[in-house]
């Protein structure tokens, strides 16, 4: 398997979490504007559509935020040069064996969870909070772990 360029990559990935940011704005920004619409006001004290609408705002503006974090750290991120046989660390581009399946990860300073497709490949973002970071931390191509077992296919 060949790994497409890490700015390839690191754009594609930036691109996904801005197309999120985009659409959690646009969902929060409707479900406030049903909560405060007169036109949604209830009807008996039993009809809880708005307060309803008005807490789904308040969580899709939470995650707006936590985007909008993590679009900021990677724009200031010092995007490292990795090279192959250089340890994994964070800005890492790093393909694993994992229990057979190829997985590739890239290592930034947000987003981490979010999976999209770069080039035909399905990229990982973890974090150095996640703890398979912490289990990669220092390794090198060809290193090997056990439980569950991952095998480093390179680094970059």
Not at 67 to 73: G, V
Not at 90 to 112: K, Q, R, S, T, Y
């Amino acid at each position: 398997m060949s790994l497409p360029a890490k700015s390839a990559v690191v754009a594609t990935v930036r691109a996904h979490l801005q197309a999120q940011y985009d659409r959690i704005t646009e969902a929060a920004l409707e479900a406030r504007g049903y909560a405060t619409d007169p036109g949604s006001k209830a009807e008996s004290k039993y009809d809880t559509r708005s307060l309803e609408a008005a807490y789904l705002a308040i969580g899709q503006a939470g995650k707006a935020e936590e985007l909008a974090a993590a679009l900021a750290s990677f724009d200031a991120f010092p995007w490292p040069d990795i090279r192959p046989g250089d340890a994994v660390a964070p800005g890492a581009l790093v393909e694993l064996d994992f229990d057979g399946d190829h997985v590739c990860c890239l290592v930034a300073p947000g987003g981490g969870g979010v999976t999209c497709r770069c080039e035909g490949l399905e990229v990982i973002v973890i974090t150095t909070q996640a703890p398979l970071y912490h289990r990669l931390a220092g390794r090198r191509t060809g290193d090997s772990l056990t439980s569950p077992d991952v095998h480093i296919l390179s680094v970059g």
